[in-house]
């Protein structure tokens, strides 16, 4: 395995645009739920760039990778993904876009805290147990912001807040599941096809379930839609993968940690979204929970990657 580079300005500016990508994809989501539910916005674009990772595949003749890897994972993963937004989707319903990009990175929490009860090689010293104790008194400060719902009904702020935790906890089981099964071996897109596969078949009959399958269609949803669809869905994560396959990982991922502030910046930009107090101190607690139980990891994640060792694929 070739060794990796440390970040570049190249690497550097890529990521930049990666993260504000990320960042924006909950305020677009927002800014058409009126004319799409969220959940059927995420389930119709998960089909659409599964079609475009299957396109990829095929050209590169790894088809037969998508069935190299054991079915069952495969759904789990895919189950798992439609579960994170089916929260995320939800809980946009009541919450804000700045307040689901935060708790929605929750998910290195829950990830940390699998991986310590299952690797003994995994076990959280104790600056990451003060680092989990920081991130979820952050949840609890947060709480307090809760009428900072960009137009939701204040008493139901929390609602969706909760329901991002529950989204960031389905995000760490998914990376448990990869890191434990067959999928760790796989090509990424061979993950992501999974992963967008089960997004539509799970969230689209859910969405129609619920009574959120209405769909208007102008030009401003079908713009949304194509940048979520192949701007984000697509695009960026294979940028993502070509920058794994190219620079440290546990550099790309530290830069990764600027998404939840973009998300917080064009919530307030774009949608108008009051930042209170206590939810802007709760954010700042939680980021810096996140990268106390993330630091030691990425610096295994950069000792292995030099040593030449194969680590499960991670979704920024």
């Given at each position: 395995?070739?060794?990796?580079?440390?970040?570049?300005?190249?690497?550097?500016?890529?990521?930049?645009?990666?993260?504000?990508?990320?960042?924006?994809?909950?305020?677009?989501?927002?800014?058409?739920?009126?004319?799409?539910?969220?959940?059927?916005?995420?389930?119709?674009?998960?089909?659409?760039?599964?079609?475009?990772?299957?396109?990829?595949?095929?050209?590169?003749?790894?088809?037969?990778?998508?069935?190299?890897?054991?079915?069952?994972?495969?759904?789990?993963?895919?189950?798992?993904?439609?579960?994170?937004?089916?929260?995320?989707?939800?809980?946009?319903?009541?919450?804000?876009?700045?307040?689901?990009?935060?708790?929605?990175?929750?998910?290195?929490?829950?990830?940390?805290?699998?991986?310590?009860f299952r690797l003994p090689e995994e076990r959280l010293a104790r600056m990451q147990w003060w680092g989990i104790a920081l991130a979820f008194g952050g949840i609890v400060v947060s709480?307090?912001?809760?009428?900072?719902?960009?137009?939701?009904?204040?008493?139901?702020?929390?609602?969706?807040?909760?329901?991002?935790?529950?989204?960031?906890?389905?995000?760490?089981?998914t990376t448990l599941v990869v890191r434990f099964s067959s999928l760790s071996d796989a090509p990424a897109a061979v993950t992501l096809f999974w992963q967008l596969g089960g997004a539509?078949?799970?969230?689209?009959?859910?969405?129609?379930?619920?009574?959120?399958?209405?769909?208007?269609?102008?030009?401003?949803?079908?713009?949304?839609?194509?940048?979520?669809?192949?701007?984000?869905?697509?695009?960026?994560?294979?940028?993502?993968?070509?920058?794994?396959?190219?620079?440290?990982?546990?550099?790309?991922?530290?830069?990764?940690?600027?998404?939840?502030?973009?998300?917080?910046?064009?919530?307030?930009?774009?949608?108008?979204?009051?930042?209170?107090?206590?939810?802007?101190?709760?954010?700042?607690?939680?980021?810096?929970?996140?990268?106390?139980?993330?630091?030691?990891?990425?610096?295994?994640?950069?000792?292995?990657?030099?040593?030449?060792?194969?680590?499960?694929?991670?979704?920024?």
């Amino acid at each position: 395995m070739a060794s990796r580079k440390d970040v570049d300005a190249t690497a550097g500016l890529l990521m930049l645009a990666l993260c504000a990508t990320w960042g924006m994809q909950q305020v677009l989501i927002k800014a058409i739920a009126a004319d799409i539910s969220p959940i059927m916005q995420i389930g119709l674009r998960s089909g659409l760039a599964a079609v475009l990772v299957a396109g990829l595949l095929a050209w590169r003749r790894q088809v037969s990778a998508l069935w190299a890897v054991s079915v069952p994972a495969g759904c789990a993963v895919g189950a798992l993904f439609a579960l994170e937004y089916f929260f995320a989707g939800q809980g946009l319903r009541f919450t804000s876009a700045a307040h689901m990009s935060i708790f929605l990175y929750t998910a290195p929490i829950f990830t940390a805290l699998g991986l310590h009860f299952r690797l003994p090689e995994e076990r959280l010293a104790r600056m990451q147990w003060w680092g989990i104790a920081l991130a979820f008194g952050g949840i609890v400060v947060s709480f307090m912001g809760r009428g900072a719902g960009g137009g939701a009904v204040s008493s139901l702020v929390w609602v969706g807040d909760f329901l991002g935790v529950l989204a960031g906890a389905s995000w760490g089981l998914t990376t448990l599941v990869v890191r434990f099964s067959s999928l760790s071996d796989a090509p990424a897109a061979v993950t992501l096809f999974w992963q967008l596969g089960g997004a539509f078949c799970l969230l689209v009959p859910m969405a129609l379930g619920l009574g959120q399958g209405a769909v208007h269609v102008d030009t401003r949803v079908v713009a949304d839609m194509g940048f979520q669809t192949i701007g984000i869905t697509f695009v960026s994560f294979m940028v993502w993968f070509s920058l794994l396959r190219t620079y440290l990982a546990s550099r790309l991922s530290v830069l990764s940690f600027m998404t939840p502030l973009f998300g917080i910046t064009f919530g307030a930009v774009f949608l108008h979204e009051p930042l209170t107090h206590a939810f802007l101190a709760g954010a700042v607690l939680i980021l810096g929970g996140i990268m106390l139980v993330s630091g030691p990891t990425l610096l295994r994640w950069k000792g292995a990657r030099a040593k030449g060792i194969t680590l499960p694929f991670r979704r920024p």
